[in-house]
């Protein structure tokens, strides 16, 4: 069975870290381009990062560059989502997605609250 689990939100003041974590199972993780998304209250689902297979590139939301850095642990199936600097504009729903050109899954989503 196809799971990704994300793991790792919560509250946190403005300033502040977390670090977001998908565990995948049921597929190979290595064999697939990985992306945080986030959907606001009232906003569209936007992408925040996206990391690829091998070379492994970076792609960043303009918002969140050089504050959050997303990474992949093949050997444990998980990829993370460092945050950093957090903002209450970065409150949002966060997915994790694992896609390639023939599947597309995702998680359920992890609440991140960022407020004082």
């Known amino acids: 069975q196809v799971q990704l689990v994300e793991s790792g939100g919560g509250l946190v003041q403005p300033g502040g870290s977390l670090r977001l974590s998908c565990a995948a199972s049921?597929?190979?993780?290595?064999?697939?381009?990985m992306g945080w998304y986030r959907q606001a209250p009232g906003k569209q689902r936007e992408l925040v990062a996206s990391?690829?297979?091998?070379?492994?590139?970076?792609n960043y939301a303009d918002s969140v560059k050089g504050r959050f850095t997303i990474s992949r642990d093949n050997a444990r199936n998980t990829v993370y989502l460092q945050m950093n600097s957090l903002k209450p504009e970065d409150t949002a729903i966060y997915y994790c997605?694992?896609?390639?050109?023939?599947?597309?899954?995702w998680g359920q989503g992890t609440q991140v609250t960022v407020s004082s």
């Open positions: 049921g597929f190979t993780l290595s064999t697939f381009v």
């Open positions: 997605n694992a896609r390639t050109s023939a599947y597309d899954y």
């Open positions: 990391i690829g297979r091998l070379p492994i590139s970076t």
